[in-house]
């Protein structure tokens, strides 16, 4: 286990639900990422919060909804997604500019 | 444009056998170089990071090595495990004033059959 914890592993959901993904990292990290990983594509930056405050945001589409109450925790709110929206979603923490960031095991998440 | 290459696409040894993975990047100005090994539907875990003045770096039986002159790193595995099989991921990061951006290959895929 590399301390960044993520739930569910799995989420199936249609189109009109709202659902979220929680991100729990225990390294004492003031940064937390939000990743998206689809087939064949590299990593996509989603949302970077450093010291709970979003410092980038890469045109992510609003159905996507990120909220950082402190720095060990991480959600990902969804409503209204699409088909294409089905990924795999990464969480990872690190130091503000530090070299390194530790990923937690994802959410295999489809949309039906 | 920032970019990174990585070869082969996808690769199939033998348990025991040696293999060797490329990563050639574009990215200026260059800040460091990862190498992160994810097994199939969890995150990825890093195994080395190596920055301008370092040519080798070792971690088990990987070794990395970094060419900044001719911008290529190359992932070496020795004594292959079935454990091995893995995406293996070349990350180049790039200074962006007083931030670091990073730049993603698209993973070599690695089997290893016994």
């Known amino acids: 286990e590399t301390g960044v914890t993520q739930t569910p592993r799995h989420l199936v959901m249609g189109m009109t639900n709202k659902k979220s993904l929680k991100c729990e990292q225990h390294l004492g990290h003031n940064a937390m990422y939000w990743y998206k990983q689809s087939a064949k594509k590299p990593l996509e930056l989603m949302f970077v919060?450093?010291?709970?405050?979003?410092?980038e945001n890469n045109s992510v589409p609003s159905r996507f909804s990120p909220e950082c109450p402190n720095s060990s925790h991480l959600f990902l709110h969804l409503h209204t997604l699409q088909p294409e929206d089905s990924a795999l979603y990464l969480c990872a923490s690190s130091r503000v500019g530090g070299p390194e960031a530790f990923f937690g095991q994802g959410t295999r998440l489809t949309v039906v | 444009k920032n970019q990174v290459e990585q070869s082969p696409q996808s690769l199939i040894i033998l348990e025991g056998k040696n293999c060797t993975l490329q990563?050639?990047?574009?990215?200026?100005?260059?800040?460091?170089l990862r190498w992160y090994k994810q097994d199939t539907g969890r995150g990825p875990v890093s195994l080395t990071i190596?920055?301008?003045s370092e040519n080798t770096k070792s971690n088990g039986r990987y070794t990395a090595t970094l060419d900044a002159d001719t911008k290529q790193s190359s992932l070496h595995i020795t004594a292959s495990q079935l454990s091995d099989s893995a995406s293996y991921i070349c990350v180049v990061s790039a200074r962006a004033g007083n931030n670091r951006k990073l730049i993603w290959g698209l993973g070599t895929s690695l089997a290893v059959n016994p």
């Open positions: 190596m920055t301008f």
């Open positions: 919060y450093n010291f709970k405050e979003q410092t």
């Open positions: 990563c050639n990047y574009t990215v200026s100005p260059f800040s460091n």
